[in-house]
């Protein structure tokens, strides 16, 4: 793991990591027990594909969460033909 570029004491320095691994954890992590390496691999890769990267808000789609993005950016069928 690699520490922070940002100065010493500056607050928003390691502020989003630290988000992200609080709901890596309290999401998979802390959920159950792992037997194995590879099904938490399995869930945690489950967790960032299914949830984490659908639900956050993205600033290349203007602050939208990217299913929000593609409701209101795709036409419905039936006025598409």
Same mark, same amino acid.
């Given at each position: 793991m690699i520490g922070s570029m940002g100065r010493v004491g500056a607050a928003g320095g390691n502020a989003a990591m630290?988000? *992200? *691994?609080? $709901?890596?954890?309290?999401?998979? $992590?802390?959920? /159950?027990? &792992?037997t194995t /390496? !590879? !099904?938490? /691999?399995t869930a945690?890769?489950? &967790?960032?594909e299914r949830t984490y990267h659908r639900r956050r808000r993205q600033r290349s789609l203007s602050r &939208?969460?990217?299913?929000?993005?593609?409701t209101?950016?795709?036409?419905?069928?039936?006025?598409?033909?």
């Open positions: 630290e988000s *992200f *691994f609080g $709901l890596l954890q309290n999401n998979v $992590l802390d959920r /159950r027990t &792992w /390496r !590879q !099904q938490l /691999r945690i890769v489950t &967790w960032i &939208w969460a990217p299913i929000e993005y593609e209101i950016m795709t036409p419905p069928a039936s006025q598409a033909a």
